[in-house]
């Protein structure tokens, strides 16, 4: 099927142990090739794609659907526009009753989205991974877990997926110093609100009576949102990206970091939800994610303590065919 005549580009959306060995023979016989979330079961898989579509001057693509998201593109536009202030963490819980996997836990399954859209809104890399989960159904494979993930600055991300849960839940809340975001996509309509509440501390004060917490409540307001498919604008994305020889929003390096960061996820869980500290890589112009100022092994934390040596970070028409279960 690969050889056929006129075939250009590959859509891959099978379980994730297929993805990488579909992937590979996708790429090495010379097709463009869009694989889905995650890219594949392992960082050193991921690596090696990517290397192969780079020597074949391949468009290698990650199915990160909600970075094509019209209300996932607002969010960031008013975050970078500095509307919300500072971050100062994010909370999201993307809940439903199944579907269960045998061969990946909740994590994997679910958390994606969740971190592609946190590390979009927060632009950098986390450094440590903290993910503490529950197997309740099939031993060995979490259905509930709680995922943190710890940014500069003392900004942290929390993560809940679960399978178990009797409604669909799929929302985020972003805490900014001066706003607040409340993001829920399974909303008909409003599916951003934004909340102009804060806390604010007295600037200076010289006895304890004096010290006052300053609690702001003012309006809530929903901005306007364009209704667009995100699937089509992520497909449509993935063409123009093959003619026009662009490199894709959502590329291979990016579903790197984000199956790093499972692996990480993973790593925790067996430790018993101990951090794990996430390595950090200097980025070229490709269009991946920005890098963090600390570069760091994937290690547990345990009791010893290690040295971190910081880093500082510089600022024709196309046949597809897509090969399911």
């Known amino acids: 099927m690969l050889n056929g005549v006129g075939l250009d580009a590959v859509v891959i959306a099978t379980a994730v142990r297929s993805h990488y060995p579909l992937a590979k023979a996708s790429l090495l016989a010379g097709k463009h090739t869009f694989i889905e979330k995650p890219m594949a079961s392992s960082s050193h898989e991921c690596e090696e794609l990517i290397e192969i579509a780079r020597k074949n001057g ?98 942290t991300a929390i993560i809940q997926s679960s399978w178990l849960d009797p409604r669909k839940v799929r929302e985020m809340t972003i805490v900014g110093s001066k706003r607040m975001i409340v993001y829920d996509d399974v909303a008909p309509l409003e599916k951003i609100r934004i909340f102009d509440a804060r806390v604010e501390c007295p600037p200076h004060y010289d006895t304890f009576a004096e010290f006052q917490y300053a609690y702001h409540y003012g309006d809530i307001y929903s901005p306007y949102i364009k209704q667009e ?88 028409r196309l046949k597809l065919r897509a090969q399911t279960r």
């Not at 269960?100 to 859209?117: C, R």
């Not at 971190?308 to 510089?314: D, E, G, L, M, Q």
């Open 58 to 155: 391949l468009v290698l693509m990650i199915g990160h659907t909600f970075l094509y998201s019209p209300a996932v593109r607002k969010i960031k536009e008013i975050v970078d526009s500095g509307d919300i202030g500072e971050i100062r963490y994010i909370n999201a819980r993307r809940l439903n009753l199944g579907l269960f996997q045998k061969d990946i836990n909740v994590t994997w399954d679910l958390a994606p989205h969740d971190i592609a859209i946190v590390l979009s809104i927060i632009g950098e890399q986390p450094i440590t991974v903290n993910c503490q989960g529950s197997a309740h159904i099939t031993p060995g494979i979490q259905d509930l877990t709680t995922m943190c993930l710890s940014f500069q600055k003392q900004r």
């Open 229 to 316: 498919e995100p699937l089509k604008t992520e497909c449509q994305h993935f063409l123009d990206c093959i003619k026009f020889e662009k490199t894709p929003l959502t590329d291979g390096r990016q579903g790197l970091e984000l199956v790093r960061i499972l692996e990480a996820s993973s790593e925790s869980l067996k430790k018993g939800g101990a951090p794990v500290l996430l390595s950090a890589h200097l980025n070229g112009s490709n269009g991946s994610l920005p890098v963090s100022e600390c570069a760091v092994r994937i290690s547990v934390v345990g009791r010893q303590k290690k040295k971190i040596a910081p880093r500082v970070s510089r600022k024709p």
